[in-house]
Each structure stands twice: as C-alpha cells, then as structure tokens.
C-alpha cells in the first residue's frame, strides 16, 4: 500500500494499493493523458475519469478492477488535480521499480 499527498499542504492524504497501479498499468490510463503543456489541472483529472468511463461502459467482461480504482482513488472525495499529479509521480516511480518482463504494453 502506498500512499500520496492528496494537497499541497500534506493534510490530506490517499492509499493507493498494488492493485490500483497495476490496473493503471493494464489500461494504459496515463498515456496520452496529459497534453503538451505538460500541466496536471482538474481538466485532465476529468478527462481521465471520462476515459474510464467508457472503458466500463465498453466492458463486456468484468471490469471490477476499473470499478475498484474509481472507488478506491480517481473518484475519491480528496482526489483533485494535486492529487493526481501525485499519483503519476507513484505511477513512475513504481514502474521504474518493475522488472521488464512484467511490463506488458
């Protein structure tokens, strides 16, 4: 489990477990996601829960996973643009972190 500041000022804060950053991974979430000006603000944090949105609603099969990462973080009452700045830093940095032949893209 790790967990990310949620704000600036460090009072608040959000568990992000494994499995999130794995499904992160499986769908691909961040890639594409952040435009050219490279700034993080609450327009890519929408964008980003509209993307999973229709990946739930083009699911045929069970997206559980997709459900409980909404639940669990992008969807979170304390998730706003700080935060998701803050979850792409833990992305990196736990990828980085993967062996190659588990990074499946």
């Not at 435009?35 to 944090?45: A, F, K, M, R």
């Not at 639940?71 to 833990?90: E, R």
Request: negative net charge; contains cysteine.
């Amino acid at each position: 489990m790790y967990t990310i500041q949620a704000n600036p000022s460090g009072t608040r804060k959000m568990e992000v477990s494994e499995e999130n950053l794995m499904t992160i991974r499986k769908y691909s979430l961040f890639q594409h996601l952040i435009d050219s000006n490279g700034i993080i603000d609450e327009t890519v944090l929408d964008k980003l829960k509209l993307n999973i949105r229709s990946l739930i609603a083009a699911q045929v099969e069970d997206s559980k996973d997709l459900l409980d990462l909404c639940i669990d973080v992008i969807y979170h009452n304390n998730m706003k643009a700080f935060g998701l700045q803050q979850l792409i830093q833990l992305y990196l940095k736990w990828m980085a972190e993967q062996p190659e032949e588990t990074v499946e893209e």
